[in-house]
């Protein structure tokens, strides 16, 4: 791992940004860009990371079409992880991909339907499930059967405790395998893969300042061992049941333990292309920030402070500050600890304050992936200095998934 940009390579991005966004006929707040030669670097490193196997794109983590397909576009890349399933649909409908996995059960009657009733949905589209109730709500139909991928949940358990996401209900090969039998037993429904996604290694920072870092080590390599071993019995079992197509895993905090797993087939990725905040500091991969959203100082309370105006993107998960948007170049900024980051206005204090004049921009970086493109219509993508596309978000084109 590699430190990330220092002030001086921070000052040289914020300038050769603010030449980008004059460049632009229109500058509508929040001004969110993509730096393409940082996420053409990302994209290449997580395929050399992955040693061979496909990477699987995930989309919640982007939520632009352009750069869906900017990345599958790499070698190496293949699929599309979607995070609902009128998304999956409609990423078929348009043609980005004819690969589509969910990452997640879906309930929505309409779009499953939906599903049911397109032959190419039907070939495209993988549904996700761990729990026969996700099953009852698929519609029947004659013809090709609806894909089908098994969600193992792929935390570590140690005694009574479980650590990593919260997601599916079944961990022991036996409760996998039961499943297993109830999809290949029903009429219109086709087993074709597992995902196990090892959120705790994948999604926990671990080269924090610190003695947390070490423990957070610790438990990754613990629970890489566990699943390697688990996913190797849920494997042999499920062997008996159905011949698979893909054992999907991972993310972009841990490509190399995931691909080192001779059952993994494909690993996905998504916030690795980006680099958010929270992905500043991982053993794995050096962090190339690609993804960042500027607004505009438009009061000067005093010398101290400069305010800008929005800016307050704050991201999921458990609240804290490691969930705010992070003020990046110019350096030398901080949020104040009294009003954060605002949905209308952002004060900013610290030594870069004072510089800073009515008009000036400054730009931050999201704590997550994605997130900030629910926040614009479009997105402007930066070579150099240069804006040479603009292109639009799911929201600009309509869409609220």
């Known amino acids: 791992m590699s430190e990330?940009?220092?002030?001086?390579?921070?000052?040289?991005?914020?300038?050769?940004?603010?030449?980008?966004?004059?460049?632009?006929?229109?500058?509508?707040?929040?001004?969110?860009?993509?730096?393409?030669d940082a996420f053409d670097a990302n994209a290449d490193d997580l395929v050399r990371r992955a040693a061979g196997k496909p990477v699987r794109v995930a989309s919640k983590s982007l939520r632009v079409p352009a750069l869906l397909e900017r990345a599958l576009a790499h070698d190496g890349f293949g699929g599309v992880?979607?995070?609902?399933?009128?998304?999956?649909?409609?990423?078929?409908?348009?043609?980005?991909?004819?690969?589509?996995?969910?990452?997640?059960?879906?309930?929505?009657?309409?779009?499953?339907?939906?599903?049911?009733?397109?032959?190419?949905?039907?070939?495209?589209?993988?549904?996700?499930?761990?729990?026969?109730?996700?099953?009852?709500?698929?519609?029947?139909?004659?013809?090709?059967?609806?894909?089908?991928?098994?969600?193992?949940?792929?935390?570590l358990r140690l005694r009574h405790q479980h650590v990593g996401p919260k997601r599916s209900p079944l961990f022991d090969v036996d409760d996998v395998a039961a499943l297993a039998r109830r999809i290949v037993d029903r009429p219109g429904l086709r087993l074709v893969g597992v995902m196990t996604y090892e959120g705790q290694v994948a999604g926990v920072q671990d080269a924090l300042p610190g003695p947390k870092s070490l423990i957070v080590r610790r438990l990754k390599q613990a629970s890489v061992a566990q699943l390697t071993e688990r996913r190797s019995a849920i494997a042999a079992a499920l062997g008996e049941i159905a011949d698979l197509e893909f054992w999907n895993a991972g993310g972009s905090g841990s490509v190399e333990t995931t691909v080192a797993d001779p059952v993994v087939t494909e690993v996905a990725a998504g916030s690795g292309l980006l680099v958010p905040a929270l992905f500043d500091h991982y053993e794995s991969f050096e962090p190339r920030p690609a993804s960042f959203f500027a607004v505009p100082v438009v009061r000067r309370p005093n010398e101290d402070v400069?305010?800008?105006?929005?800016?307050?993107?704050?991201?999921?998960?458990?609240?804290?500050?490691?969930?705010?948007?992070?003020?990046?170049?110019?350096?030398?900024?901080?949020?104040?600890?009294?009003?954060?980051?605002?949905?209308?206005?952002?004060?900013?204090?610290g030594p870069g304050a004072h510089r800073l004049a009515v008009g000036d921009l400054v730009w931050f970086r999201h704590a997550k992936s994605?997130?900030?493109?629910?926040?614009?219509?479009?997105?402007?993508?930066?070579?150099?200095?240069?804006?040479?596309?603009?292109?639009?978000?799911?929201?600009?084109?309509?869409?609220?998934?």
């Open 306 to 349: 400069a305010t800008v105006a929005g800016g307050g993107f704050a991201a999921s998960g458990a609240a804290g500050k490691d969930r705010l948007p992070l003020p990046w170049a110019p350096p030398g900024l901080q949020l104040t600890g009294l009003e954060g980051a605002g949905e209308v206005q952002t004060p900013l204090a």
């Open 370 to 401: 994605g997130e900030p493109a629910e926040h614009t219509d479009v997105v402007h993508l930066v070579r150099g200095s240069d804006v040479v596309e603009t292109v639009s978000t799911y929201r600009g084109l309509g869409h609220a998934w």
């Open 4 to 36: 990330i940009l220092d002030e001086v390579e921070r000052h040289a991005l914020g300038r050769r940004l603010d030449h980008a966004a004059r460049g632009l006929a229109d500058l509508a707040f929040p001004l969110m860009v993509v730096d393409l």
């Open 81 to 155: 992880l979607a995070y609902t399933l009128r998304e999956a649909l409609w990423l078929c409908e348009e043609g980005i991909s004819d690969d589509v996995v969910m990452g997640y059960p879906s309930v929505d009657s309409s779009a499953l339907q939906r599903l049911v009733d397109s032959d190419a949905a039907r070939a495209a589209v993988t549904l996700m499930v761990d729990d026969v109730a996700q099953l009852d709500l698929v519609p029947t139909r004659p013809g090709e059967p609806v894909r089908v991928a098994i969600d193992v949940d792929a935390g």
